[in-house]
């Protein structure tokens, strides 16, 4: 069964960190470029980070440069999102998602008029709050 799990979400206050975790099962990492993206309430799913299938191609959404950073373990088929200075802005569900179109790059593009917002899989989300 394909799946990408979120996890490690949770309540933090301003300038704190969270690690995020996405684990995916019944398909090979390596074969997939990995994105991390938000939903804010009552706003569109927009792109946060991804990295290509090996690792060696980053990219950011400006609002998070300097401050998350993505990585990616294919042999414990796992990605990661660091998230330190948190703000309450950043308060969001954060969904991983899995892009076979891009090999050595990958994309932070939202397309809401394809499937999948053009994306292969997508995992169930994990909430992140920033607040006091």
């Known amino acids: 069964q394909l799946q990408l799990v979120e996890s490690g979400g949770g309540l933090v206050q301003p300038g704190g960190s969270l690690r995020l975790s996405c684990a995916v099962s019944?398909?090979?990492?390596?074969?997939?470029?990995i994105g991390w993206f938000l939903q804010a309430p009552g706003k569109e799913r927009e792109g946060v980070s991804c990295?290509?299938?090996?690792?060696?191609?980053?990219n950011y959404a400006d609002s998070v440069k300097g401050r998350f950073t993505i990585s990616r373990d294919n042999a414990k088929n796992t990605v990661y999102l660091e998230m330190n200075s948190l703000k309450p802005e950043d308060t969001a569900v954060y969904y991983c998602?899995?892009?076979?179109?891009?090999?050595?790059?990958?994309?932070?593009?939202?397309?809401?008029?394809?499937?999948?917002?053009?994306?292969?899989?997508w995992g169930k989300g994990t909430v992140v709050t920033v607040s006091v």
């Open positions: 998602a899995a892009d076979s179109f891009h090999q050595s790059e990958c994309s932070l593009s939202v397309r809401p008029d394809l499937p999948y917002y053009g994306m292969d899989y």
């Open positions: 990295i290509s299938r090996s690792g060696g191609s980053t």
């Open positions: 019944g398909f090979t990492l390596g074969h997939y470029a």
